[in-house]
């Protein structure tokens, strides 16, 4: 099992990036999968899931402003984040369910 992300970077408050989380070894449409975010200092944080089938679930932190989607056929998974502020500033990793992590892609969110 691999998953591996891409897309983060350097943005100004109240902007967008795309997250993207590629994925293989298993039959990715089995399973969900999930972002999480650590910031800078603290502690690992679940900010959304998807299940197999789409279903999506936010942290109330994000809701409104990030949305998970997957691409079954492509084996991806993205994070569209907007309406960015300095405190989403952390490390955004993809998380197949069952515990297999990506090493993580920095977004940093400053003037």
């Known amino acids: 099992v691999q998953v591996a992300e891409s897309g983060g970077g350097l943005v100004q408050p109240g902007g967008s990036l795309r997250l993207s989380c590629t994925a293989s070894g298993f039959t990715f449409s089995q399973y969900s999968m999930m972002w999480y975010r650590q910031p800078p200092g603290m502690e690992r944080e679940l900010i959304a899931r998807?299940?197999?089938?789409?279903?999506?679930v936010y942290a109330d932190s994000v809701k409104g402003r990030f949305t998970i989607s997957r691409d079954n056929d492509e084996r991806m998974v993205y994070l569209q984040l907007d309406r960015l502020k300095p405190e989403d500033t952390a490390v955004y990793y993809c998380?197949?369910?069952?515990?297999?992590w990506g090493r993580g892609t920095q977004v940093t969110v400053s003037s």
């Open positions: 998380v197949r369910s069952g515990g297999f």
């Open positions: 998807i299940s197999g089938s789409g279903e999506a």
